[in-house]
T-cell receptor
Framework: DAGVTQSPTHLIKTRGQHVTLRCSPI?????VSWYQQVLGQGPQFIFQ???????GRGNFPDRFSARQFPNYSSELNVNALLLGDSALYLC????????????FGQGTRLTVV | SQQGEEDPQALSIQEGENATMNCSYK?????LQWYRQNSGRGLVHLIL???NEREKHSGRLRVTLDTSKKSSSLLITASRAADTASYFC????????????WGAGTKLIIKP
């Protein structure tokens, strides 16, 4: 049974560019959340989508956006990349929108140069 | 901002010993979860404990929750080299239950 899959695994972008990260949740899971993890810190919540609707948004600028598709996969988009956007981006899927365990993908390591 | 704060920040013990990590948090919670992360990659879910529970076990793992002190502990018994990882607590809060709020983690090193 496939777990949460994220693509790509690594990415190098230049300042000012935009990036799209992709996530496929576990089959049957309707909730997808995105987190940013800077080296040496815990993950920071970016977005949660449940049944294709945004349920929560963390304290990130409008350059960050996301969406969830009818098959529950999700994309995270970041525009006008800054050096400080360099981080591990983690996608988590869960069955419900709240109160249940989250299953994480291996993440996308984004480096902005 | 981070809700949880793990203690200690780093822990190094001999294989076979027990490892205890603590987590304190600030606001009322619905649940608290512990995760493991190897080498800065994906997070692996260990245990979820709800606010009305006091203790949970899973294999060599024991988690306690004290909501009056806003704290939790994770005990790993009979540690193995494969337990070397960073351990994070994450809370689902009552006012924003759709998201998990994380601490900075405890880096655990098991020496063979």
């Amino acid at each position: 049974d496939a777990g949460v899959t994220q693509s790509p695994t690594h990415l190098i972008k230049t300042r000012g560019q935009h990036v799209t990260l992709r996530c496929s949740p576990i089959s049957g899971h309707k909730s997808v959340s995105w987190y940013q993890q800077v080296l040496g810190q815990g993950p920071q919540f970016i977005f949660q989508y449940y049944e294709k609707e945004e349920r929560g948004r963390g304290n990130f600028p409008d350059r960050f956006s996301a969406r969830q598709f009818p098959n529950y996969s999700s994309e995270l988009n970041v525009n006008a990349l800054l050096l400080g956007d360099s981080a591990l981006y983690l996608c988590a899927s869960s069955f419900a929108s709240q109160g249940t365990e989250a299953f994480f993908g291996q993440g996308t390591r984004l480096t902005v140069v | 901002s981070q809700q949880g704060e793990e203690d200690p920040q780093a822990l190094s013990i001999q294989e076979g010993e027990n490892a205890t990590m603590n987590c304190s948090y600030k606001t009322s919670i619905n649940n608290l979860q512990w995760y493991r992360q190897n080498s800065g990659r994906g997070l692996v879910h260990l245990i979820l404990i709800r606010s009305n529970e006091r203790e949970k076990h899973s294999g060599r793992l024991r988690v306690t929750l004290d909501t009056s002190k806003k704290s939790s502990s994770l005990l790993i018994t009979a540690s193995r080299a494969a337990d070397t990882a960073s351990y994070f607590c994450a809370t689902g809060t009552l006012d924003s239950n759709y998201q998990l709020i994380w601490g900075a983690g405890t880096k655990l090193i098991i020496k063979p």
